[in-house]
């Protein structure tokens, strides 16, 4: 659900964020990208189908005051703890980076955004 390009944008601010000791930054990307690729697979079953249609589109975003949008990273970053497995990077950044998707997300499907 997500094109290449969004899986590589994504994995590229993920990156900028996490820095693993003692692992080079080749490796970390590499671990960073299974990490997208997993959610390319799962994000339909996360995101309802307007959702999806903004994160793809930035004329279709939707709006969202404060509230909403804090509400729908909340549940969002809950469904992805629950459906993806960052492996070695979940015992070091797990909360960090799918709170980090989920903004990321979110602020990608409101209107005139893209990831």
Known sequence: MLSPAQMNALADKINAAVDLPF???????????????????????????????ALNDPNKGINLDTSAKSGLQNDLMKKLANQLDLGMLNSALGSSIFKLISETLVSAMQK???L
């Open 112 to 114: 005139g955004n893209k």
């Open 23 to 53: 692992v080079n930054e080749a490796v970390e990307k590499q671990m960073i990208m299974t990490v997208v690729q997993q959610l390319g697979s799962v994000i339909g079953s996360i995101l309802s189908s307007e959702q999806l249609a």
